[in-house]
């Protein structure tokens, strides 16, 4: 199982004791991490940008800047996830028409501080996930620019949390899997949401065949065509059987001898 993501927090707080409270609490909190403290406004701005915290708490009553004008300065858009800390409750509307995601009032409940922290990670795994969607569309561009001819040099495969870009000279075969495809790779099997038909019309012809109704190979890969008793099947250079319709073996023996 992956390792939670490391959420680094900074703590912005005059008080000395309002900052330990505050780390504490973070402390039963394996992901989070204090990346650095702040005693007033222009220190919190000098350590948004040094630390670049995921999380900040800010205290809205320090001196030389409040709380909302380290917002300003900042620029909402630059700052990251905020959860105002205050000991008085009458800035709360304030807080959030400032896009804050959660206001909590001193002395800080754990109930609240642990609500507070499940709001974060909740943004933050929505943030990953739209900033995953933006990189996958950019990669998918990228893809499309790489078209020769009628066929993709590269597929774009989800692996874990990140893509991989698959050289279609790496393909071995490919087969239907439910609503997959899955692609077998020098030695490795990646699969690939999309239908055979698709994938087929992607691949560049003259190097890929459709065999089977559940079956594409790369051309260069075939060894040998065998006939058995459970039907035709390619023998491929690395001992894979795949199966071919008899309606394609002849195809298949035309091209290979072509």
């Not at 893509?163 to 490795?188: F, N, S, T």
């Not at 023998?235 to 199966?243: G, K, M, S």
Request: aromatic content about 4%.
């Amino acid at each position: 199982m992956p390792a939670a993501r490391q959420i680094r927090v900074l703590v912005a707080d005059d008080e000395p004791l309002a900052r330990r409270g505050v780390r504490q609490l973070l402390a039963a909190h394996p992901d989070m991490t204090v990346a650095g403290e702040s005693r007033n406004g222009r220190e919190t701005l000098q350590a948004l940008d040094t630390l670049r915290p995921d999380l900040l708490f800010l205290d809205i009553q320090m001196p030389e800047m409040d709380g909302f004008e380290v917002l300003r300065a900042r620029g909402a858009a630059r700052m990251p996830a905020v959860i105002f800390v205050t000991a008085h409750d009458q800035f709360a509307v304030r807080a959030f028409e400032a896009q804050a995601l959660d206001y909590l009032v001193k002395p800080l409940s754990v109930a609240r501080f642990n609500s507070a922290l499940g709001r974060a990670r909740e943004r933050m795994q929505m943030a990953e996930a739209v900033e995953r969607a933006a990189r996958l569309s950019a990669l998918l561009e990228t893809e499309h620019a790489h078209r020769v001819n009628n066929g993709v040099k590269r597929l774009v495969i989800a692996v874990d949390s990140s893509e991989l870009l698959l050289p279609v000279e790496d393909i071995d075969w490919i087969e239907a899997e439910d609503y997959y495809v899955c692609v077998h790779a020098g030695g490795k099997d990646y699969l690939l949401r999309e239908s055979m038909a698709s994938l087929e019309a992607r691949l560049d012809s003259r190097e890929f065949a459709r065999v089977h109704r559940s079956a594409i190979v790369r051309l260069d890969r075939v060894r040998e065509v065998r006939a058995t008793p459970q039907g035709d099947e390619l023998i491929l250079r690395n001992d894979a059987r795949v199966p071919v319709s008899r309606r394609k073996r002849g195809l298949v023996e035309s091209r290979l001898r072509g």
